[in-house]
């Protein structure tokens, strides 16, 4: 079965820092996403994205974040100088035909854990 | 603010009993409804969606929805121990892709 694939699964870093989560989304899905939740929170939206351009954000991601895709397989989120209150799972999904009723595939996630 | 409302639980029922979930939101112009599970430290797995009022069954799993009283729940019949899981639910606006998830309910099957 297709799968989201995210990495790395863990990740440690200083705060101010810079750092960058990356994602393989299913290769025929158009719509890339990325979620995150804090720990014992709820998972949050932060940012879709459709051809090429940011479609939806949230208040959350606000300039310290950016989303790019490199290349044709590749979904970056950049988190520009990290914050104590970033640390959280960070999730990668991807969908289709925009999620309406059938919902993400979500990928494994990436453990950020600011210090 | 587009609230998605769970019970945290935890919901302990016993094997093969009837697990019952339920969720409200406040949109009412969210349309798609999704539950998901999540198993501890991994990511939110779909189990079903439903659009329409009423009930939509896949196997062991039923969701309901009721879009007068803004209501949706599932069941789980045959509990398993493998049930054993956060659910989620989630809604979604129409005209947009993201998601609105509640902060879950804690389920454990009693084997």
């Known amino acids: 079965e297709p799968e989201v694939t995210q990495t790395p699964s863990h990740q440690v870093t200083q705060m101010g820092q810079e750092v960058i989560l990356r994602c393989v989304p299913i290769s025929n899905h158009l719509y890339f996403y990325w979620y995150r939740q804090i720990l014992g929170q709820k998972v949050e939206f932060l940012v879709s994205f459709y051809n090429n351009e940011i479609s939806e954000k949230s208040e959350i991601f606000d300039d310290q974040f950016s989303v790019e895709r490199p290349d044709g397989s590749n979904f970056t989120l950049k988190i520009r100088s990290t914050k104590l209150e970033d640390s959280a799972m960070y999730f990668c999904a991807s969908s289709d035909i925009g999620g309406r009723n059938y919902g993400y595939t979500f990928g494994s996630g990436t453990r950020l854990t600011v210090v | 603010q587009k609230e998605v409302e769970q019970n945290s639980g935890p919901l302990s029922v016993p094997e093969g009993a009837i697990a019952s979930l339920n969720c409200t939101y406040s949109d009412r112009g969210s349309q798609s409804f999704f539950w998901y599970r999540q198993y501890s430290g991994k990511s939110p797995e779909l189990i079903m969606s439903?659009?329409?009022?009423g009930d939509k069954e896949d196997g062991r799993f039923t969701a309901q929805l009721n879009k007068a009283s803004q209501y949706v729940s599932l069941l789980i019949r045959d509990s398993q121990p493998s049930d054993s899981a956060t659910y989620l639910c989630a809604a979604q606006r129409t005209g947009a892709n993201n998601l609105f998830f509640g902060t879950g309910t804690r389920l454990t099957v009693i084997p």
């Open positions: 439903i659009y329409s009022n």
